[in-house]
């Protein structure tokens, strides 16, 4: 689905706004059309109340803002080899084959369903991100012959940064992804 698609957009949005649009397009197809076909119409709701019902899924199940926002602050304060440890454990959870990495530009390599991330963490808490570390994530990732890259930053990126990072396929974990990783229940 593209990221700013009509429905794409919904999902990021609060679940209600899906409902209220969904009955919004039922009313007045009831409204405008015979009522012979009117039914027929109103079932170009439905997917509004898909997506409606899968926005209510997830953010439900996602953690309040005042937990991720605890959640950030110990990320904060957290060592390397604290913050490792649990990265580790939160995609281990997710079902990753977590192994740690001693190369320039990657501290770990995911796994899962043939489909394998090198990621870079070590600068998670760094002020400024630059297009050097990708770089090194790109190349430690072709190294690797992995599948994608992912770098991990609780500040945004830089312009620069963010648009190479878009352009040569980096994922990036902000702040806010990376908290909800960490909250997730571990199974």
Not at 10 to 18: G, H, K, M, Q
Not at 82 to 88: I, S
């Amino acid at each position: 689905m593209a990221e700013n698609s009509l429905f794409a957009i919904l999902l990021r949005s609060r679940w209600w706004i899906s409902f209220a649009i969904c009955a919004a397009v039922a009313l007045v197809s009831l409204a405008v059309f015979p009522k012979d076909i009117s039914p027929f119409a109103a079932l170009g709701a439905f997917p509004f109340f898909i997506v409606g019902c899968m926005a209510f899924y997830r953010q439900m199940r996602a953690p309040s803002p005042v937990r991720l926002a605890q959640i950030e602050e110990t990320l904060r304060q957290q060592s390397w080899s604290d913050f490792c440890a649990q990265l580790e454990a939160a995609w281990q959870a997710e079902g990753y084959t977590v192994q740690r990495l001693d190369m320039a530009g990657a501290d770990l390599l995911l796994e899962r369903n043939g489909q394998t991330l090198v990621v870079s963490a070590r600068r998670w808490k760094a002020a400024s991100h630059g297009v050097e570390p990708l770089r090194e994530l790109a190349e430690a990732a072709r190294r690797q012959q992995a599948g994608a890259s992912v770098y991990v930053a609780m500040q945004p990126l830089g312009g620069n940064a963010a648009t190479w990072a878009a352009e040569h396929g980096v994922m990036v974990l902000d702040r806010t992804a990376l908290a909800t990783l960490i909250a997730k229940p571990k199974r």
